[in-house]
């Protein structure tokens, strides 16, 4: 028998999705609250306690992307999932790689139109009200105005993800372009994380070698040779420890503070 899902379960899932950034952490970012939208998902497609442990380790994985169009992925995710218990040929890896390529436009589209442009405009509206004398007004149709718009992206993202996620599983099931699309996932979702590196991982040392005119900075050769090298090597670093030594992300945090304040110290870091 065919399992599907019910507008009552994406309401469920609507619901549930209002808490991705109620447990945001440095380790995996939103895994928690994306795996607490896919709960009712999960428990309502599988019965085998095994399937349901490899669900939820599936989008324990990271995540992150902006809070209010995440809904898009989610609703797509819960269409996959339906498609995967119904079909033993499903590749069931699809389902991350595609919420992993999705991240990094979704991330750009939400903050440029939601955070950079909808919330802007009504702030300055709110603030409009507020300087005309009519107090209250102000902040009460700011937040009512962000409500329509944050509630209004997770309903069309969560029930029209899943509609436009069960027609493209449709149109690709049996076709064989379920695995290009999970191969250039993959491809796209590594080279999202790789431009973050530059951008959040900066190490700078002020050693210089030499003296009077023929001082040789370090930085700056470095920085000749490939700008940000050091915040890359460092990243390599702790891939390699995280993924081939498994050692404790938690544990590698605290290591890279230490790092960092005796870096300083002994004029390494700086």
Known sequence: MEKKLTKKDLWRVFWNQLSIRGANNYERQQNAGFTQSMIPVIEKLYVDPE????????????????????????????????????GESFDSSAIGAVKAALMGPLAGLGDSLLNGTARPILAS???????????????????????????????????????????????????????????IASIAAYTVVGGFVPALVEIHTPISIGSGESVLVLQETLDGLMPGVLGLAYTGLMYYLITKKKMNTVLLIFVTMIVGIVGVYLGVLG
Not at 57 to 76: C, K, W
Not at 128 to 140: H, K, R
């Open 125 to 183: 509206i709110a603030i409009s009200f507020v300087t005309a004398g009519l107090g209250w007004i102000g902040p009460i149709f700011f937040v009512i105005g962000m409500s329509i718009v944050s509630l209004g992206t997770r309903y069309l993202g969560v029930f029209k993800g899943y509609e436009q996620g069960t027609k493209l599983v449709e149109s690709l099931a049996g076709s064989g372009l379920i695995d290009n699309i999970t191969d």
């Open 51 to 86: 399937d349901k442990l490899e669900a939820y380790n599936r989008h324990m994985e990271y995540f992150l992307t902006q809070d209010m169009i995440s809904a898009v992925p989610v609703g797509i995710s819960a269409a996959m999932e339906e498609a995967n218990a119904n």
